[in-house]
């Protein structure tokens, strides 16, 4: 069914439960490595192999993390707590059990604010956080020898064990009302704001297209009006923040068809297609009571003090949020153009920039339109041209003293983003200097007299504004390198309009 039509009777409820990859050095209960990359089980040991005798020891770090994550969520954390066994089956977790935490979570009861921008302004709404709690993650299988890599049609599978037990963060919202049409918008800005959150205290790179972060949407809808809310359905590991939005969307639009065609929306898992944008159904969704939890008796208790938990909270950064209040009044942005910076991923670069020196205004100006543009041509993010925010304030300064114009500017973050090496290295190079000094600007404004007898004429007989013509000319005889102010005041000079 269309969105609108859906809207317009039935009323969106969401839910978001994100798992974080934390950036530890070591994995969650044991000493293993973490780094991404190395050969197939060479980062294992008896502990993340559940070798019989093993024991798990909790990873300091790891807590830590959780509990400033818990402390930026304004989130209560708990003074006592203990990790659960969940049990299931899967072949790529080998102890047939995750050691997750269950109805005693490290980080309760906290909120995050998101902005959502609308036709009539930004608008605001308080995402409420049931939970953070702390888990490890599965390793990985794959499926060799049939065409699609899933397990159907395959000949054999095999299974890598590096990523078993290196800690995850799971992150669960309370039940989202309120949001009407604005729901899938509500859904991505909640999961960059927390991206961004996370980004900000340095415990993951959180990268969503590598898996670094991952978002499962739950979805329900009700007629309008309704006393209670519907069954929903919960679409798992979405990887990328347009497609949390798409996954909103679609789902709703799914669920109304089968509301209005009097059929029931099954509690399921889906799981969502990076092409169509649609999701197709999973498994029917277990309800805890089938997980079996129990307290892991292998484990004592994590018991931060008061003392710790004061301590890491000194240790929190300027939050997001702060920062760009902050940097909206530092620089006085409009509402739009703070939004601008904000959707561009483009604050920390642009602060990065003006911290080497560059003015906010011409800073924001070349990372969101030239650098944007080509980190959209590449398909990479913002942050992961080959261009730093010092490289792009030598740019500044150098179009700012005359050297360059704004056209040789964009030539010049061309070669830096080519490796041709530093700005000024490009300069010298591909020669892009302005050509401003009055010798060599002296003989390409006197071909350009010659070459337009007319527009010279003119501006002999009073026409000023026929010099254009004439500094045209010079700029196209200098590939676009004379200082156009310049050739022009030769040109008025020589031909006795000055
Ligand atoms: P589970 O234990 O099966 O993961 P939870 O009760 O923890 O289920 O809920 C998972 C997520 O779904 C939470 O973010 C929760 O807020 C959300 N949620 C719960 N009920 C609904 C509903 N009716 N519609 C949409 N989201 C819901
Ligand atoms: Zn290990
Ligand atoms: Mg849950």
Request: net charge negative; charged share 25%; glycine share 8%.
């Amino acid at each position: 069914m269309a969105y609108e039509q859906a809207l317009a009777r039935y009323e969106p409820v969401l839910g978001l439960e994100t798992h974080i990859e934390l950036g530890t050095a070591s994995k969650m209960f044991c000493s293993c490595p973490t780094a991404f990359g190395a050969a197939p089980n060479t980062q294992v040991c008896p502990v993340c192999l559940a070798l019989p005798g093993s024991l798990p020891v909790v990873n300091e770090k790891a807590v830590e993390g959780a509990i400033r994550l818990g402390l930026a969520l304004n989130c209560s954390i708990a003074p006592w707590g203990r990790f659960a066994r969940k049990n299931y089956f899967y072949p790529d977790m080998p102890k047939n059990y995750q050691i997750s935490q269950y109805d005693e979570p490290i980080c309760v009861d906290g909120h995050l604010d998101v902005t959502v921008d609308t036709p009539d302004g930004p608008r605001v709404f308080r995402v409420d956080i049931e939970r953070v709690h702390m888990e490890e993650d599965t390793g990985k299988t794959s499926h060799v020898g049939g065409a699609t890599g899933r397990i159907h049609g395959a000949d054999y599978s095999i299974v890598d064990y590096n990523r078993a037990g290196i800690p995850l963060l799971e992150i669960v919202t309370r039940p989202v009302t309120g949001t009407g049409d604005l729901a899938p918008l509500v859904a991505r800005a909640y999961a960059a704001e927390l991206r961004d959150l996370v980004r900000s205290l340095g415990i993951s790179d959180v990268r969503m297209e590598e898996g670094s972060m991952r978002c499962d949407v739950n979805v329900s809808i009700n007629p309008r009006g309704a006393s209670e809310w519907g069954t929903r359905s919960e679409t798992k590991n979405v990887n990328s923040l347009r497609s949390v939005e798409r996954a909103v969307r679609s789902e709703i639009e799914r669920q109304a068809g089968v509301l209005d065609a009097g059929q029931k929306v099954v509690q399921e898992t889906r799981h969502f297609q990076e092409n169509t944008g649609r999701s197709i159904s999973g498994r029917s969704k277990e309800e805890a009571q089938d997980y079996r939890y129990f307290p892991d008796p292998d484990l004592v208790p994590v018991a931060p003090s008061e003392e710790w938990v004061e301590e890491l909270r000194a240790t929190l950064p300027e939050l997001p949020a702060a920062k760009r209040a902050r940097i909206r009044a530092e620089w006085d942005l409009t509402d739009t153009e703070l939004r601008d910076l904000v959707n561009a991923d483009a604050i920390d670069l642009v602060a990065a920039t003006v911290a080497e020196g560059a003015p906010s205004a011409e800073a924001r100006k070349l990372w969101l339109n030239e650098l944007s543009r080509r980190a959209t041509e590449q398909e990479v993010e913002l942050a992961a041209l080959p261009i730093t925010p010092a490289q792009v304030a030598r740019v500044i300064a150098l179009v700012a003293e005359g050297t360059l114009t704004n056209k040789l500017a964009r030539q010049v973050v061309e070669g830096v983003l080519a490796g041709e090496g530093e700005p000024d290295a490009v300069v010298e190079a591909r020669g892009l200097k302005v050509v401003s000094d009055d010798g060599a600007l002296g003989a390409a404004v006197d071909e350009a007299i010659a070459a337009n007898p007319d527009a010279a004429d003119k501006v002999r007989g009073g026409k000023v504004a026929a010099a254009g013509a004439l500094v045209g000319a010079v700029m196209k005889a200098t590939r676009g390198q004379a200082d156009a102010g310049r050739a022009r005041e030769l040109i008025l000079a020589k031909l006795g309009a000055s």
